[in-house]
T-cell receptor, first 113, second 110 residues
Framework: SQTIHQWPATLVQPVGSPLSLECTVE??????LYWYRQAAGRGLQLLFY??????ISSEVPQNLSASRPQDRQFILSSKKLLLSDSGFYLC????????????FGPGTRLLVL | GQSLEQPSEVTAVEGAIVQINCTYQ??????LSWYQQHDGGAPTFLSY????GLEETGRFSSFLSRSDSYGYLLLQELQMKDSASYFC???????????FGIGTKLQVIP
């Protein structure tokens, strides 16, 4: 069966510090991978998605970046965090068909102070 | 671009039926999905509609009208554990991209 891992579960970082969140998937190969951010009580904002190694599509952020160094590894990074980067970061994977369900990891709660 | 609209909050009584609506605007529509998210948790998949009509899965049903760019999630025999946020989502463009609505927070009261 497939499993998706995210770490850390929670993170408190000062403004201006760097960030690295990691997501890995087990039990499947060549998945689509996604990063979402959810502000408290709000919807899911798509940040990045990737259809293969080294292929990253950026949707919104200016101070965030994503990388996919391995088939089942997706990393979200920032060089300098902003207060507005606080939120619940969710990684998800799906297959490549348009019918494919998205499966979400447990998420990382980030608080930038 | 893509946009989805759904009510922000709905309150319903335990044992009743509730309908959560979703309207969407998108290019290259591939289907409408619904996800459930309990407070503090990750979203989990509920249903998917690619064609017009009703799909039923236990107490939950989902409906799609492609001509109206509209769908809904129907929850029957509400239970307290159904209190959660419900998101509609569409695949669009090259269908690898998935966009979510803002979510509807459902509160089930005794």
């Amino acid at each position: 069966s497939q499993t998706i891992h995210q770490w850390p579960a929670t993170l408190v970082q000062p403004v201006g510090s760097p960030l690295s969140l990691e997501c890995t998937v087990e039990g499947t190969s060549n998945p689509n991978l996604y990063w979402y951010r959810q502000a408290a009580g709000r919807g899911l904002q798509l940040l990045f998605y990737s259809v293969g190694i080294g292929q990253i599509s950026s949707e919104v952020p200016q101070n965030l970046s994503a990388s996919r160094p391995q088939d089942r590894q997706f990393i979200l990074s920032s060089k300098k965090l902003l207060l507005s980067d606080s939120g619940f970061y969710l990684c998800a994977w799906s297959g490549h068909s348009y019918q494919e369900t998205q499966y979400f990891g447990p998420g990382t709660r980030l608080l930038v102070l | 671009g893509q946009s989805l609209e759904q009510p922000s909050e709905v309150t319903a009584v335990e044992g009743a039926i509730v309908q959560i609506n979703c309207t969407y605007q998108t290019s290259g529509f591939y289907g409408l999905s619904w996800y459930q998210q309990h407070d503090g948790g990750a979203p989990t998949f509920l249903s998917y509609n690619a064609l017009d009509g009703l799909e039923e899965t236990g107490r939950f049903s989902s409906f799609l009208s492609r001509s109206d760019s509209y769908g809904y999630l129907l929850l029957q025999e509400l239970q307290m554990k159904d209190s959660a946020s419900y998101f509609c989502a569409v695949r669009s463009g090259g269908y690898q991209k998935v966009t979510f609505g803002i979510g509807t927070k459902l509160q089930v009261i005794p």
